[in-house]
């Protein structure tokens, strides 16, 4: 529901995860910070996947390509052609809307109403008219449905346009010739001119993956959900580069991977689902996204894309520098096929943060009690372990202090001996962190401590020693 991002959006603001943008200034639409414990997380997220693809695969190896890049880039990748989104004007409002999202509500609002054939003849005539460029066509059936704006509530629409969505900015002197540059609108691009860079000094044997983590910037006409959509967001993509013929089945090799890597970090199965494209991009002859069950349903996370050699050749074309590789298994040079998986960073924290996000009630009567915890799989969350001293006195808290110094090198460990326990408890619920180290008297004599687990807030007492190891092992992947 609503509200429940509503809660989430909040609870990010409240506790230092994610900040509105230059906020004293009143933000900037569609942009966002990460504070203290959203950095954490977020590190933890890009390095759990980072891992996952280079570590785990003995044929992928990393990148960190620069966002700005020739222009002649995203005139190969299409980017610069057809980069574009359908945008309507309302001229009472002024307001500017994505002509497929408007249709798109339309279909679904007949869709509630039990009218799900016209919905569907809708959304034909909408994919009709924009496969064909018939821009009319599309502003037509906005008219003919009498769609009005929600701001002016009047059905006064301009023509339709195409808006692209990459920012320009110049390089150079602005006296001199200065020419137009892109800030990157994916990472992939990084990746494509560099594959022969990586497979020749790598000495890379096809099938072989490149992994890269990066800022992207688009500029989204419709910017909502918070996080969800942004005009500046990180990617984390991986182009895996196969003999020509074989990438069907890679394809469906990385759609179980990447499912498997989602729920492994914690995203229970019943909240992913695959979605199969019916209309493939330019460049694809397969595409299936990976869907997390957010509060405003189930939206894309995760593109899987088999996007043949569409990239390499056309850079080929263009630059007239050979993208080919020699197969020595086949004696034959050939131009790569490319399986692609792309998930935002960002799409991904949200994910993490609204399955994280738990309101419980337990007891009743005098012994009921509520609280907010985030449930962030151990690996992820920004704090490990905080470590408390009951009392701060009789050296309780030199006690805690010590374990605290023995601990901060193997993972993130934080000290608090500021207020009531029960307090202490809650503040790291709040954040997600799994594990709390309580200091007590008994500590003093037999060298144990306590350590509480946010979910269950049971508490085991174990021996000092022995905190690194199994803390260690607790709060790996
Ligand atoms: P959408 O249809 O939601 O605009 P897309 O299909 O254009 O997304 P891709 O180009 O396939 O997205 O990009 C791959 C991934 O990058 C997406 O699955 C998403 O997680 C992330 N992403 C794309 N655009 C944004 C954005 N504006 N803000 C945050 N993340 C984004």
């Not at 409240?14 to 639409?29: A, K, R, T």
């Amino acid at each position: 529901t609503a509200s429940a991002l509503k809660d989430i959006i909040s609870h990010a603001k409240e506790y230092g995860f994610v900040f509105p943008s230059s906020e004293i200034y009143d933000g900037l639409q569609a942009v966002y910070d990460y504070g203290q414990n959203g950095v954490e997380l977020k590190n933890n997220l890009k390095n759990v996947w980072y891992k996952a693809m280079t570590m785990l695969n003995d044929n992928v190896v990393g990148l960190d390509a620069a966002i700005f890049m020739h222009p002649l880039t995203w005139k190969a990748s299409g980017h610069v052609d057809s980069f574009n989104d359908p945008m309507i004007d309302n001229k009472d409002s002024k307001k500017r809307y994505r002509a497929d999202t408007l249709l798109e509500e339309r279909a679904a609002a007949l869709e509630d109403e039990g009218k799900a054939t016209e919905a569907k003849a809708l959304m034909q005539a909408m994919a009709k008219g924009l496969d064909a460029g018939d821009l009319e066509a599309v502003r037509q059936l906005i008219i003919d449905q009498n769609i009005k704006c929600p701001v002016s509530g009047t059905a006064n629409w301009t023509e339709v346009r195409q808006f692209n969505l990459m920012f320009s900015t110049q390089v150079g002197a602005v006296s001199e010739d200065a020419s137009l540059i892109y800030l990157r609108p994916e990472t992939a691009q990084g990746i494509f001119v560099n594959f022969l860079n990586v497979q020749k000094t790598g000495r890379m044997k096809v099938p072989f993956g490149i992994a890269q983590i990066g800022k992207a910037f688009r500029n989204e006409i419709v910017a909502r959900n918070f996080i969800f959509r942004m005009r500046e967001f990180e990617q984390m993509e991986m182009q895996f580069f196969v003999r020509p013929g074989t990438e069907m089945e890679w394809y469906n090799t990385w759609k179980e991977t990447r499912m498997k890597f989602h729920q492994a970090i914690g995203l229970p199965a019943d909240s992913l689902k695959f979605h199969d494209h019916d209309k493939l991009a330019h460049y694809a002859n397969a595409a299936v996204d990976i869907e997390y069950k957010f509060p405003f349903g189930f939206k894309e996370m995760e593109g899987i894309h088999s996007r043949t050699d569409f990239d390499l050749k056309a850079h080929q074309e263009l630059s007239k520098k050979k993208q080919q590789y020699f197969d020595p298994e086949i004696n034959q040079n050939y131009i790569p096929y490319v399986v692609e998986t792309s998930v935002g960073a960002d799409r991904l924290f949200l994910a993490i943060l609204c399955n994280a996000y738990t309101e419980e009630t337990t007891g009743e009567g005098e012994t009921l009690k509520q609280r907010v915890y985030l449930n962030i799989h151990p690996a992820l969350a920004p704090t490990k372990v905080a470590v408390l001293p009951l009392v701060k006195k009789d050296g309780l808290a030199e006690k805690a202090q010590e374990i605290t110094n023995q601990l901060k090198f193997a993972f993130n460990t934080t000290y608090d001996d500021g207020g009531a326990i029960g307090k202490r408890y809650t503040r790291q619920d709040l954040i997600g962190t799994p594990y709390c180290v309580v200091v007590d008297y008994q500590t003093m004599e037999d060298q144990t401590v306590t350590v509480r687990d946010r979910n269950t807030m049971t508490q085991e007492r174990i021996s000092i020693a022995d905190l690194k190891e199994k803390l260690g092992y607790a709060v790996s992947m």
